[in-house]
């Protein structure tokens, strides 16, 4: 499927122009997250969030519990800055048993999403 025909899956998915202007390799994250994971718009952005955070795409199975995990405890992915590195670290060792690397993780918090498509 090319570009064009994702993009159009997506606006199909969740209307025209929600997602605003999109790298390529944006609307490839978007229209897996969507397409092979059945995802909503909100969760995949709020995986593309962790994505950037980590420097890497920390997988659907490891975002959703992380987003579950801060959902059900009054938080918010979109909360998340570099400074919760500690914070995450503690939260997906000790209370969710995920073994996620931490060596890419940003030093600072950044003005864009890096969308990491694996």
Known sequence: M???EMK???EKKIGAG???Q???EGLLFYYRAIKDYNMDVYDADRWAWLNTLFGYNIGESA????NHWLYENGQDVYDLTH???G???NICKLEL???LDFSKFLDHTPNFYEYHVA
């Open 22 to 24: 999109l790298s390529n």
């Open 87 to 89: 914070t995450l670290q």
């Open 83 to 85: 400074k919760d590195k």
């Open 8 to 10: 159009q899956y997506i």
């Open 97 to 99: 048993s995920i073994n």
């Open 63 to 66: 975002a959703t519990s992380i």
């Open 2 to 4: 090319n570009i064009a």
């Open 18 to 20: 929600i997602l605003g």
